[in-house]
């Protein structure tokens, strides 16, 4: 087990050389963003969303920060060197093979994926299929709400309760607005962090530029991406 502490202590390209046979040296970044590039459905959403997220980390971080999206597939065993993924859609989920056997070895190893559900006004198709991927995988009770006081919620900037957005409303195909996000927990560790929220829609918006907006919307990112560091 590998655990996600121990991918900043080794470094990236230590942590491949144990891994893969054969990898790129690392880059002295502390966190860079990828993204998963799955077969089904399509994964290339809110395509602005990591550049904002990047900034967002820059601006309130001392993260040595990666400026740049990397997009890698999730059959391709180079995604077992990131410490953080990104996996979002609004349509089918259904891994193949080498996706979900990739998907598993991550999580186990002490990976963090961020799932966002973008399917917040169709038929709940993301969710749904994307649950019974977890389902067949880890197990059919393995995906569980978040309580209220995790420690997400306070990792760097405080909150309450996971924000709401502007986008979420039937993102499980059930017309309510949830307030709780669900996640993996692996060992103790969260692997997998679910939301149906459409934090990447939210997190695509040009906020930067609309000065009536009061608070900048990336920051609960900042607290996902400084758990997933430090948990």
Not at 124 to 136: I, N, Q, T, V, Y
Not at 157 to 162: G, I, S, T, V, Y
Request: aromatic share 14%.
């Amino acid at each position: 087990m590998i655990s996600r502490a121990r991918f900043l202590r080794l470094g990236a390209a230590a942590v491949a050389a144990a891994l893969l046979p054969a990898a790129a040296p690392a880059l002295p970044y502390d966190f860079r963003f990828t993204r998963l590039r799955y077969n089904s459905g399509d994964w290339d959403v809110d395509q602005r969303m990591p550049s904002n997220v990047i900034t967002a980390l820059i601006d309130y971080t001392n993260l040595r920060v990666d400026p740049r999206e990397h997009v890698v597939a999730l059959s391709d065993p180079a995604v077992l060197t990131a410490p953080f993924c990104y996996l979002a859609g609004h349509k089918l989920v259904e891994f193949d093979a080498a996706e979900r056997r990739n998907f598993e070895r991550y999580v186990r190893n002490g990976g963090f994926v961020f799932v966002d559900d973008c399917n917040h006004d169709l038929d709940g198709l993301f969710a749904k299929s994307f649950e019974a991927e977890m389902a067949r995988i880890f197990g059919a009770s393995a995906l569980k709400k978040l309580p209220p006081r995790h420690p997400l919620l306070t990792s760097f900037f405080k909150f309450d309760a996971p924000p709401a957005t502007g986008f979420e409303l039937n993102g499980w195909g059930d017309d309510l607005v949830h307030d709780y996000l669900k996640g993996i927990t692996i060992d103790g560790r969260l692997g997998v962090l679910y939301s149906n929220k459409d934090y990447g829609c939210e997190w695509d918006y040009d906020w930067r530029n609309k000065r009536f907006l009061a608070e900048d919307n990336t920051k609960f990112a900042v607290n996902i991406v400084m758990y997933a560091l430090n948990s």
